[in-house]
DNA sequence: ATCTCAAATTATACTATATCTAAATTTAAA
DNA sequence: TTTAAATTTAGATATAGTATAATTTGAGAT
């Protein structure tokens, strides 16, 4: 609960009993959450939270970068407490998505790019992983 | 319109004036549509046709690989007239999505992969489009 | 050419996800 | 304690997508 506390304080995020359960939920083990499942579980400890401010938090959350919004297959919004640079991959099968570490991947860009500025770029790979 | 209906029977779809009218929207110069951009301009020549059928032509026209199925930032789904392999550059001040020619990126992975058979990937960069 | 029928396709109605709005409540500083 | 700003709530609305019922298509039989 302390580090919780003290985390949103690091990233300049004032305190609310929502906020810090919202926390709680996304600073745990997973790192990939909807929107809907945090809504879900932060509504076991704090039954009156509404859904809008699982939304607002997590968008907050976002912009204070404690958080980082992803985008899975189809569109679908996940947040990732993995705020650090990483890739990803998805399997195809299970339609799970993986982080890959930074190194794993090394990207050159070529002249061809012409007018674009690259400032931030982000692999998606697509595959399977093979059984464990 | 023959150019159309001929394109339509390459890819194996089959011919209903939905999908002739979709397919002229969508294979027109403009290489990104939304949904809803693509509905409102079939409803334009066919006034009856309903939401859901342009969904699920364009679907269906991603299934057989006329179009191509693209996210956006924030999770928006856009289709792409474009099939070729290609990368995308986000312009983060315009939100505009530009496509990227394969060859100007390359990308090599190495062993810190792992688990993961990587069999298609893509890159997604940000930045800026330098003033024209 | 017409009919039949199963499959394909479309339209209607419904669901999922996300955001907005105004009122109520809480926070944080004085 | 007060107060202004921040935040949450509850309900409504916007955006996006899908399930199901209705309609059309296409092939084969007559």
Same mark, same amino acid.
């Not at 704090?46 to 509404?50: A, F, H, I, Q």
């Given at each position: 609960m302390e580090d919780i506390i003290a985390k949103l304080r690091e990233h300049g995020i004032g305190l609310t009993p929502q906020r810090i359960a919202v926390a709680q939920v996304v600073l745990r083990d997973r790192s990939h959450w909807s929107a809907d499942e945090v809504w879900q579980l932060v509504q076991q400890r #704090?039954? =009156?939270?509404?859904r809008a401010t699982v939304y607002n938090n997590l968008n907050l959350f976002v912009a204070k970068h404690l958080l980082k919004e992803q985008i899975l297959q189809g569109g679908h919004v996940v947040f990732d407490s993995c705020v650090e640079p990483h890739h990803h991959f998805l399997d195809?099968? =299970?339609g799970q998505i993986h982080d890959v570490p930074w190194e794993a991947v090394r990207v050159e860009t070529h002249d061809? #790019?012409?007018d674009f500025e690259v400032r931030d770029y982000q692999v998606i790979m697509r595959g399977r992983r093979r059984n464990h």
């Open positions: #704090l039954p =009156t939270v509404s195809e099968q =299970t061809a #790019l012409g």
